[in-house]
């Protein structure tokens, strides 16, 4: 009993903390912002043109490993990662007026890492 009560417990503090909107890295999980699909193309832009006027973005210019796919959500995604990571992986790092997701899953693909 004293066991489960310990986990309850537990929980219940993660839960506080998350709900204060504080993130919470646990066991060191490594967390990614992206953009949210339902974005428009216009939300997009402005997240790109803000997060690469804050960190270096060359890696989705064409020739470089996260220029493909071609398209604003990607663009968008890497960079909003790039100001994310760089800025310490602070939820309000990761806003973008409402239009970006903290994931848990790694985005990365083929040659395209995210930090």
Known sequence: MAKVAAHLSFFLQILLLLSGGTLMIVNGQKTWCTAKPSSDQAALLENINYACS???CQIIQ???PCFYPNTLINHASVAMNLYYQSMGRNVWNCDFKASALI???DPSYSNCIYA
């Open 54 to 56: 804050q960190v270096d």
């Open 62 to 64: 064409k020739g470089c």
């Open 103 to 105: 994931v848990l899953t």
